[in-house]
């Protein structure tokens, strides 16, 4: 275009030179070169169009029609050129014509005809670029505005004939006269110049951006004028600076890279994020700093990567050296060849995120510990009587694993407690804040258990009831030791009691053993001496009762000394004979007097032997009307032990293990605490003694007290 345009300024009556072929073979050759020329270009635009069709995919929809506007430009450009040279044809003819007649003046005919084709020739050019898209004019020197194409009336809005002649300062604001001609004087020397133009047009407050080609007019050796083509880049320069404008602003982190990680660019929030001040100073640090893992770059891929949308968390280095976390989302950019080079993406940080959920996490894992260790159930229900929260303490309270429990009902669940549903309404109806409350609840083994309940109202962060909490504690150790209490309480009146009747005992018991003495003296009759002598016994023996009620009932003296066991066992045994004779139990005493001295207390050591004679009685009467019970003595290096042998059932293999546990006991309900044989133990434990229970081969339960031996003999 721009050839054309200088041949049809420079366009006048010069005299060219002759050729020195004939002009019939300067046509052909010159019609022929023109042919070759143009099916060249079109093949070379198909071919084009061809190579580039497969990399259509690679970029966006509405830029793969350029491939095809070219090859469109290429053939209309060649069908002007066509007819361009047809006319430059006939005007060489004239011109021919001319030659051949120097000296004869022209024709009218001939100048009509050479007029035509100028008029002509004029009308196609200006048809011509009239026919571009991008505005173009011609321009002398002086701002002169020679022609323009029909884009440029449609910017400024001013008609062909408004413009033409006009000074290209009278339209436009931007570049100003003063900037136009300081670079004129460099244009002159280079001759072409290609870049980005802001124009602004004095009636209009909106820029305009045009990507410029500006090259020069030459008539003979001088630049005339200046031809200008220019593609209006307007909307995509807008978009750039609103996208440049969004870069800077966005809170989150974007950044480009190259596929090695290298950063290309960041905006102020990631250098920000990254603990720099100044960009260039984070764009110039190797990808490897960045890193706190050795491999590939955290911010670039693998050689094989195809380049699709990746979203990860990374952990990346600050300037202070400490640990970032980010999401990081990216894509690849491709070249129009389809190979990548670059990546984009977008860094949000989540380090403090990441912060809150540690803590978060430990705070639940406080709780969660905390609940551990409270000795209650912990219990959520919600409005609909549904269990959304069960401690693990459940396992011990209920029998349950709280999965089984959790979103069941209060009445979903086997054997359970109408007073626990009644407080849980309480509560929930807003009848009392905090209510307690205390059941009996049976255990998934079968056992019954007493609890104490407490609820409460549970709000959320509106301050609207969402359900009670419970805490349930098992108090049913608490109630045995209250009764046990109890019992000892009772028991140390009794021994009070025992201790005032005993005395009062002990005087009429010594008048009578003192006048039947007396009587027996001076009685002659046998009969009667008789009578007196089982009178005296049976008062002696009586007295002897009441001695032993005394030394039962008496408090233990502080520390421990040397005891006769025999004697210690036969005065449990003597307490306890009514009840032995009564049940048809006969005793069998193999009393071993070289048995040595124990060390203990004898008080708390008759309290021993008493119960486990009593279990004995307990246990043979389950099973028969009259049964043994048989006591033997022993000693071992340094030990003395005491055996209660009875011929009763025995003891089942599952209990054995756990006869000596606080509360445990195999007799029916009211006929025992289940605290016997564990205070024993604890007695014995005391002493530095012990004691064993096992099943007697020949039947019955054996059980076997040791004392250590006193250091005196």
């Known amino acids: 275009m721009i050839k054309i345009g200088s041949s049809f300024m420079s366009l006048g009556p010069s005299n060219p030179p002759r050729s020195s072929r004939p002009p019939d073979n300067l046509e052909r050759e010159e019609s022929q070169l023109w042919r070759w020329a143009l099916g060249f270009m079109i093949l070379l635009a198909f071919a084009l169009s061809g190579l580039l069709w497969e990399r259509l995919e690679n970029i966006p929809y509405s830029l793969r029609a350029i491939p095809i506007g070219i090859l469109g430009l290429s053939i209309l450009f ?40 100028i008029l002509r020739s004029q009308r196609n050019f200006k048809e011509l670029i009239d026919s571009f898209d991008d505005p173009a004019c011609a321009v002398s020197l002086d701002g002169t505005l020679r022609t323009v194409n029909k884009r440029i009336t449609d910017i400024t809005g001013k008609s062909y004939s408004e413009l033409i002649g006009r000074k290209i300062y009278d339209f436009v604001d931007e570049p100003t006269q003063a900037n136009l001609e300081t670079s004129l004087g460099w244009f002159l020397e280079k001759k072409r110049w290609a870049g980005t133009v802001q124009v602004r047009l004095k009636d209009r407050g909106r820029p305009f951006y045009f990507e410029c080609v500006l090259n ?47 950063l290309l660019d960041a905006n102020p929030a990631l250098v920000g994020m990254l603990g720099y001040t100044e960009k260039r100073d984070l764009l110039a640090v190797e990808p490897a700093a960045l890193n706190f893992d050795p491999g590939q770059p955290v911010l670039g891929r693998a050689v094989n990567d195809r380049g699709g949308v990746r979203t990860r968390e990374v952990k990346l280095r600050r300037k202070d050296g400490t640990a970032a976390f980010f999401l990081d989302s990216s894509r690849a950019v491709w070249d129009a060849s389809g190979n990548i080079i670059r990546y984009q993406g977008t860094l949000v940080d989540i380090t403090e995120k990441r912060k809150m959920e540690r803590q978060l996490a430990q705070q639940e894992e406080f709780r969660s510990r905390l609940l551990e260790s409270f000795p209650d159930l912990i219990l959520v229900v919600d409005l609909g ?56 609840a049976r255990h998934r083994d079968g056992s019954w258990r007493t609890m104490r309940a407490a609820g409460s109202k549970l709000v959320d962060a509106e301050g609207t009831i969402s359900g009670v909490i419970i805490s349930v504690r098992d108090i049913t150790v608490e109630r045995k030791l209250e009764q046990q209490i109890v019992q000892s309480e009772r028991l140390a009146a009794m021994g009070a009691m025992i201790g005032g009747v005993a005395h009062e005992l002990n005087n009429p018991l010594t008048s009578i053993m003192g006048v039947s003495e007396l009587l027996q003296d001076t009685e002659t009759n046998e009969t009667s001496r008789k009578q007196l002598a089982m009178l005296q016994q049976q008062a002696r023996r009586a007295a002897e009762i009441v001695q032993n009620l005394t030394y039962f009932s008496r408090p233990p003296a502080p520390g421990k000394s040397r005891i006769n066991l025999v004697e210690v066992v036969e ?30 207390d004898p008080h708390q050591l008759m309290q021993v032997f008493l119960n486990l004679i009593l279990n004995a009685e307990h246990a043979i009467r389950e099973v028969r009307d009259k049964g043994t019970l048989r006591i033997r003595l022993g000693r071992d290096a340094d030990s003395v032990w005491v055996s209660f042998h009875d011929d009763g059932p025995g003891i089942a293999k599952e209990n054995i293990a756990s006869i000596f546990d606080p509360f445990y006991t195999t007799k029916r309900p009211g006929r025992g605490t289940g605290l016997g044989l564990s205070i024993c133990k604890s007695v014995l434990k005391e002493h530095n003694g012990s004691i064993e229970a096992v099943n007697s081969p020949e039947g019955g339960a054996v059980f076997t007290v040791t004392l250590p031996v006193s250091p005196m003999g």
Do not use: C, W
């Open 78 to 117: 060649a069908v002007y050129a066509y007819g361009r040279r047809r006319e430059v044809s006939e005007l060489k003819g004239l011109l021919h014509g001319l030659q051949e007649h120097v000296g004869a003046a022209p024709s009218e005919e001939q100048l009509d005809q050479l007029s035509q084709v």
């Open 571 to 600: 005065r449990t045994l003597n307490l306890h004979a009514y009840s032995l004779r009564k049940n048809n139990i006969t005793v069998d005493f193999l009393k071993d007097r070289a048995v040595p001295y124990a060390l203990g």
């Open 216 to 262: 020069g007019i030459v008539k003979g050796d001088e630049i005339v004028g200046v031809s200008v083509l220019g593609r209006d880049v307007t909307e995509q320069r807008e978009k750039e600076m609103r996208f440049t404008e969004l870069f800077e602003t966005l809170q989150e982190g974007v950044y480009f890279s190259t596929p090695e990680g290298h």
């Open 385 to 440: 009587e549904r269990y959304t929260f069960v401690s693990s303490r459940s396992r011990d309270v209920l029998g349950y694993e709280p999965q089984q429990m959790l979103g069941k009902k209060i009445s979903d669940m086997e054997d359970h407690s109408p007073e626990m549903a009644a407080l849980y309404h309480d509560v929930v109806s807003g009848k009392q804040a905090f209510a307690s409350s205390e059941y009996g």
